[in-house]
């Protein structure tokens, strides 16, 4: 059954009651939408069983304690960054969206990071780090600045061993070739690299003048929390406050949050994110100047052709008199042929129909003189068949007369024959109907005897 209700994932449905019931479909999708939208990205820990790993990549296993037990989804992309093997039996900590498999309706997790138990320690130093700097205003949207639409230069601070330098250095070429690039190296990870990337940044912030950056591009690619540790460092987060130029955050992936992100004038989700932001202005620009080449192209046809259409009425408007009255008796003239050969053709027509009306008149008038003598042969050939017909019912009926004559039973008695009956009147037809003594008449051809029946003989 459809729903006729709209359902959107940013409404709020509670305490309301629907006037048409929903479909399962449609229920199923609001539960999702709703515990997606209510829960926020959150760690559980728990004790793996159940693991399958699905010939795509994908794990699917349960995540139990003591008391309870949930389903938990981790996608092929988000499986293969796990830098170990989850097995059954082992407890971990999960960073999970709380969600809803519509399908079937069943509660679950989809996990978007794994990691050992006991890994839990850094993410509290973050989240204290965090609200640290959070109370300090270092995060304050009022205090983060606009990242220039057309940079004249980029500083990138990242390992240039790093794929992070590779990917922003293929999207910048591809997008924007004709930018330059400042590299201020450092490493994205071990010991020391914290404080390695605020030197770079910091020195990439007093040379901006010199180099004639604007902007600057803090990268690094995907991984675990320990591996990210780098820009989670509190020195590297006043080093990008302090930078003298707006600085874009392209660290991890699209999951990944760390403290530079926060404090960034801008977080994207990846390095080549980073990269898209700094040239969305020269990308953007390039498909606006083709946008204004059509509309100025079109604007420039419309133009000329307005112009042409009014030289074309200017032109008609310049005819002399005399060319105007010589086109005037030409049109006067094919006007009037055409008149003339319509005419024409109408008369063609009318004759044609008037003759053909007449010989179907012709045909069929009636021919009196023949229909007289076709009157006369059937009256003769009627009297010829009555006279003929009534010869022949005579006759028949002559010869119906004989025979009947013939089968009178006067006719019979008269060849000697008789009629006897008894008493009652019933023809005797055998000895066995009468008895001795009995009367009987019999009938003859002329007269009627009454006798007394002596004896019978069968």
Not at 18 to 30: D, E, I
Not at 329 to 354: D, G, N, T, V
Request: overall charge positive.
């Amino acid at each position: 059954m459809q729903n006729d209700v709209s359902i959107t994932a940013g409404g709020d449905f509670e305490g309301r009651e629907f006037q048409r019931p929903l479909s399962v479909s449609a229920l199923n999708r609001l539960a999702r939408e709703t515990l997606e939208r209510r829960f926020p990205l959150l760690w559980v820990s728990g004790e793996i069983s159940n693991l399958t790993r699905a010939p795509s990549g994908h794990l699917y296993f349960t995540l139990k304690d003591e008391n309870a037990q949930v389903r938990c989804t981790m996608w092929r992309n988000r499986a293969q960054l796990l830098p170990f093997r989850p097995e059954n039996g082992m407890h971990v900590e999960a960073r999970v969206l709380v969600s809803l498999y519509e399908v079937r309706g069943d509660f679950q997790l989809s996990v978007e990071g794994l990691r050992q138990a006991g890994q839990g320690n850094l993410f509290e130093a973050f989240l204290r780090l965090k609200e640290k700097l959070a109370a300090e205003g270092l995060f304050d949207v009022a205090a983060k600045r606009e990242v220039p639409r057309y940079p004249r230069r980029i500083g990138v601070v990242t390992s240039p061993a790093a794929a992070a330098w590779r990917d922003v250095l293929a999207a910048l070429y591809r997008r924007a070739p004709q930018l330059e690039i400042v590299l201020y190296p450092a490493p994205v990870q071990g010991d020391g690299a914290g404080a390695r990337l605020a030197d770079a940044l910091l020195a990439a912030s007093a040379r901006a003048a010199g180099d004639g950056i604007d902007l600057v591009l803090l990268v690094r690619g995907g991984g675990s929390i320990e591996d990210l540790c780098a820009f989670n460092d509190e020195g590297l987060a006043r080093a990008i406050r302090a930078c003298a130029v707006p600085v874009i955050s392209g660290v991890g992936h699209e999951t990944d949050f760390t403290i530079a992100d926060f404090v960034a004038d801008v977080r994207a989700a990846t390095p080549t994110g980073a990269a898209e932001l700094a040239s969305a202005g020269f990308h953007a620009a390039e498909a606006r100047l083709a946008e204004l080449e059509r509309i100025l192209g079109g604007a420039m046809r419309r133009q000329l052709n307005s112009h042409a259409q009014r030289l074309d009425r200017a032109a008609l408007r310049l005819l002399h008199p005399r060319e105007r009255l010589q086109q005037a008796r030409e049109r006067h003239e094919r006007l009037a042929a055409r008149l003339s050969a319509a005419m024409h053709r109408r008369l063609e027509r009318l004759r044609a129909r008037q003759e053909i009306l007449r010989l179907r008149l012709t045909a069929r008038r009636p021919d009196l003189r023949r229909d007289m003598e076709r009157c006369a042969r059937a009256a003769s050939r009627l009297a010829q068949a009555r006279e003929m017909h009534l010869r022949l019912r005579t006759e028949r009926l002559a010869t119906l007369a004989a025979h009947l004559q013939h089968l009178a039973p006067q006719a019979v008695l008269a060849r000697g024959y008789s009629i006897t009956r008894d008493a009652e009147g019933r023809i005797l037809r055998s000895a066995d109907d009468t008895a001795a003594g009995a009367e009987v008449s019999v009938e003859l051809a002329s007269g009627r005897l009454h006798a007394i029946v002596n004896s019978t003989e069968a």
